[in-house]
């Protein structure tokens, strides 16, 4: 008689947990941890924390836009803090869900604009500053409020999802994007915040540059990362811009004597054989106009009364620096937007 011995194998899986923060001890919100060969990544919360489970041996690679990226060994830790220096260059590296890659390597769409891009026209909202500028993006305003919300499409109207909005990040933190306000209509997201404190805004059109946030990245991914401050003296910086709007044209519209005849020519040629209905028609022009219709006493523009001249007022004031225990930026801004009616 033989007997047989079964052994099953399982793969050795641990939990790791820890941080990402920068030299000066400041967290990194949004750093990216992925397990080195494999697809297995996370992004650090708020506070730079983070949690990942990962096989034996494994590696760890650590990256932050505008930082080094660090690969750590695991080994037997559980827990690992991982300090990243400064090094990364914007123009070089290209934002992902799993981290900051090489715009040389990289082989996902994606789209990208840095604060160069975004600071050569100045507009007080940040979705005007796709316009023209990234391939493939159209971005549409929903109504001519202020804070009204934008139709934003990254695969152009031809798309399947052409109607769907993207999903936003700043700073490794989703955004809602579906707040409505008190009438129903949907709000921007972003209003509050000012272009002049965005270092770099990428936007993952396909599914492998987005698959690390699931189906919230159905329809692509914002990814915007705002400015930090850098170890050194103190940097002030102002910026005031204004701006005026016209409406692009105007309709010729009948003026009142015009609708006066064009409204009696109505009446004589009612599509009642052999009845003149222009009594009828004077006794409506009487009702309207309380009997003043032909002294030809009121002519109203109506067009330009509701359409008058647009502006808008933006100024930020911005302070950044550090030392070598923290760092800070911090910006004020005041904006008022006269619309066009």
Known sequence: MMSFLAISVAIGQQTITGSVSD????????????????????????????????????????????????????????????????????????????????????????????????????????????????????????????ESGFNFRIRGQASISASSQPLYVLDGIPLITYNESSNGAPTNPLITLSPNEIESIDILKDASAASIYGSQGANGVVIITTKKGKAGKAKFNLNVSRGVSNPSAYRDWMN????????????????????????????????????????????????????????????DFSVSGGSDNTNYFSLLRTMKQKVLF
Not at 28 to 57: H, K, M, Q, R
Not at 119 to 126: D, G, K, Q, R, Y
Not at 257 to 280: H, K, Q, S
């Open 23 to 146: 030299e000066d001890g400041a967290p990194l919100p949004g750093a990216s941890i992925v397990e080195v060969g494999t697809n297995n990544g996370v992004v650090a919360d708020f506070d730079g924390n983070f949690s990942i489970t990962v096989g034996d041996d494994a590696s760890l690679s650590v990256s932050f836009l505008g930082y080094l990226t660090q690969v750590v060994a695991v080994g037997n830790n559980t827990s690992i803090d991982v300090v990243l220096s400064e090094g990364g260059q914007l123009d070089e590296v290209v934002v992902t869900g799993y981290g900051s890659e090489s715009r040389r390597l990289l082989t996902d769409n994606i789209a990208s604009l840095d604060s160069e891009d975004i600071s050569e026209i100045p507009t007080p909202n940040v979705f005007n500053t796709f316009a023209g500028k990234v391939a493939g993006v159209q971005v549409t305003q929903t109504n001519g409020k202020v």
């Open 256 to 315: 009142a004597a015009e609708y006066v005849e064009i409204f009696l020519e109505a009446g004589r040629n009612t599509f009642n054989a052999g009845l003149d209905f222009t009594g009828f028609v004077e006794a409506r022009l009487d009702r309207y106009s309380n009997g003043t219709w032909q002294q030809g006493t009121y002519d109203t523009d109506w067009e330009k009364i509701a359409l008058v001249e647009g502006s808008v007022q933006d100024a």
